[in-house]
């Protein structure tokens, strides 16, 4: 097998040539990993320069599923692009939605109303669980314990299934629009809610009870992954990752976006920056979720009003104006064949999504059509430094490192 | 030159009257548009002052204006832990010669996202370690952001060389 040379760093050659005290005649192995391999979920290559068992060097190839998004959303109008930010992060389809409809928004000057913002808090945050559930469970999946994945697949199905009643499906959920969402909740669900927050939290109970004090997962997450508070910021990793390392930066404490400055929770941190770290701190990011969706849910039972906003730019008319006023009539023809007309100039907005910050900058000319979406994809970025995490590392641990970086190809590829 | 309130854009033009060109803040978002010739030193600026301490490059992309002059513009999101604020920077390279100073040596984030805008755009980066496509593979011909890359051009997909 061809590898080109300069795969292998100086750093590798120059100890390859120290290695004095030892008569053994060692070589560096290349290992290939991927792009399609059981024990990465996400679909990646690597290239491992090995000594022994020990990685020295990484090379991480990514693309494998890039199919365009950008250059598709800047042919279409700007509501076509809402169902492609789906397919960016599929565990977590709400939270794409929401960036990109709230930097659309905040092009266009748009204000929500309080209820739609509550609708949207709960279903980002159901969105987040379903994310953290995936890849807390995974991790223990690839360390070879069945059992706490199905705890978390459960867990997740529960609240797949509250998506599901919000916006008629449970992955690729196209829930939130320009102005508003989709449509308001059902009557009926705030006590399917209560009920599945209940067996969630039983859930992770479980959960809890065989992993967090296990001797073989503590000691296979403990110390291994480590990237430091300064490589993060050098780094620019957002998200758990950061936060594990010990930095308290959450988007939706810092810069509150929708009613999360009205919420009650607590943003946790780690104090290494090792998985062992990471994974307390996805697990306890659930628990807030959680207690962020009850609260959300008491409310939105209170405070009934209208959730999309008044605005016929990004909103049809009711269907009785639309049927007997000339006006409305013209709006909903010109809305349903052009779509909005964003105001030209640019805008940068971010969220704090599952894995980090998830920013979108739009560039509009005044036309119907983006001149330009970028999306800022946490799960790339957050990749960049696995080198620097599993560098000296077993070539075993970069299975759960990788799982904690928790990459997701539809987002890191686009 | 304008600071529209905004730290950032006060300090900058005061530190580095010359390089900047023009400033906004529309939508809130704090913007400078630099000399492209002197990016290296304006996000080091920016890294580096006291007050500033912009250590996190949040993003790094590039937009084709195709038709006006010069024609590309290659844009820098800038945040600070610290001091919890933000700046946009822009850079304007022409067409002629797609080229701007690596910010790699500024913030090691820069690599891939430098790598992506290579892939996608074709600007080149002076001074990246290794300025390979990121998405795509290397025999792929063109770069498919550019607004003259037709959407509908199929490539064939180059198999492994080995």
Redesign the interface.
Known sequence: ???EP?LLTERARDGREDDSQSDLHTEHQILNMGPSHPASHGTVKFIIELDGESIVDLDVQ??YL?R?F???CE?GSWYQAIPYTDRLNYNSAILANLGYCMAVE??M?VETSERCQYLRVVSGELSRIGDHLTRAGAACLELAAMTPFLFGIEARELAWDLQEILCGARVTSNYIRIGGVKHDMPASFPAVCRENVAKIRALLEDFDDVMTENRIFVDRLRGTGFLSKEDC????VTGPLLRAAG?A?DLRK??PYLVYDRLDFDIPIGSVGDNYDRYLVVVEEIHQSLRIVEQCTDWLEQNPGPVDVDDPRVRWPAKARVFNKMEELIQQFKSVTEGPMVPA????H?IESANG?L?F?L?SDGTAVP??V?C?PPS??NL??LPLMVRGALLADLIPTFDFVNMIGGEC?? | MEDHGSEALRRLIGGLPEAVRETHA??G?A?AVVDASRIAEVLHFLRDTPGLDF?????L?A??YLGQAPRFEV?Y?LCS?KH?HRV?IKARVSEDAPEIDSATSV???A???ER?VWD?YGIGFRGHP?LR?????EEFEGH??RKDYP?EKRQPLVGP??
């Not at chain 2, 250590?55 to 993003?59: C, E, G, I, R, T």
């Not at chain 2, 496509?133 to 593979?137: A, G, K, S, T």
């Open positions: 097998m061809a590898i300069r990514v693309g890039h365009g950008e250059k598709e042919s905040k092009l000057q910021i050098r780094y620019a930095v930066h810092t810069e100039g640019e805008a940068y971010a910050e920013g900058y560039v001149w330009k970028r800022r790339l970025i960049q430094p590829d686009r | 529309r939508l978002d913007t250590d996190v490059l949040v993003d992309t937009v084709d844009v999101h832990l919890n946009r913030w090691p984030a690599n891939w996202m992506e996608l290794d496509r990121l998405l795509l593979y498919p952001l959407k060389r080995n």
